[in-house]
Nanobody, 115 residues
């Protein structure tokens, strides 16, 4: 079955960086557009960055433009989210899933930005 396993989160100071990873399995990863999503406490889950099946960025939320970049390795069925210049408002649980009809959510990885 489809499975997403996110990792790489943690506690970081404002202005710091983190690199998240997502291991995907149970489907043909290379043919699907994929996205990174996040959900902060008390808020709805939202799209952060979307990528085409070849890794071209197709959606970028305004709140991360110029700070976050996404990439993927279709040979390893892995995708990444490089987060720079982190802000306290980036604190959230981060998830990966399909770009279209996002589903089969994993446990996510917690990112906390605090001094």
């Amino acid at each position: 079955q489809v499975q997403f396993v996110e990792s790489g989160g943690g506690l970081v100071q404002p202005g710091g960086s983190l690199r998240l990873s997502c291991a995907a399995s149970g489907f043909t990863f290379r043919i699907f557009g994929m996205g990174w999503y996040r959900q902060a406490p008390g808020k709805e889950r939202e799209l952060v960055i979307g990528m085409s099946n070849t890794g071209v960025t197709v959606n970028v939320a305004d709140f991360v433009k110029g700070r976050f970049t996404a990439s993927r390795d279709n040979d390893k069925n892995v995708m990444y989210l490089q987060m720079n210049s982190l802000k306290p408002e980036d604190t959230a649980m981060y998830y990966c899933s399909f770009l279209i009809n996002a589903r089969d959510w994993g446990r996510g990885t917690q990112v906390t930005v605090s001094s």
